[in-house]
């Protein structure tokens, strides 16, 4: 069962949002929060807020438990760019671009590994 949780129009540059995603891509949804809830970028924030609607969804709408959850893909698409001028001298105006991102977990359950069998040990003559 994949879960799925989107962040659209973000308030920052793709850029730098994926060194967040980039950091949990992989792992428990468990860790993941741990980990980007003590990192001190703007990013990780926007990640963390995203992994936890996403396990919100989960549970709520699925009924499976958290501690299986992993994040499967984490994806990171730049957005809409806003358009502003500032004046220069001549008549000239430069562009300032504010950039935007969309962010967008899927988290499934983890696999269970099958147990090996014991294996019997080869009495040697």
Known sequence: MNVTAKARNLSISAQKLR??????????????????????????????DAIASAVANGTHNYQLNTDNLVISEIRVDTGSKL??????????????????????????EAEKKPAKPATKSKETK
């Open 19 to 48: 060194l967040s995603a980039d950091l949990v891509r992989g792992q428990k949804a468990n860790v993941a929060l741990e980990q980007l809830r003590f990192m001190p970028q703007k990013s990780a924030a926007m990640v963390y």
């Open 83 to 108: 358009k502003r001028f500032r004046p220069r001298s001549r008549g000239m105006a430069n562009a300032i671009e504010h950039p935007s991102a969309h962010l967008t977990v899927v988290l499934a």
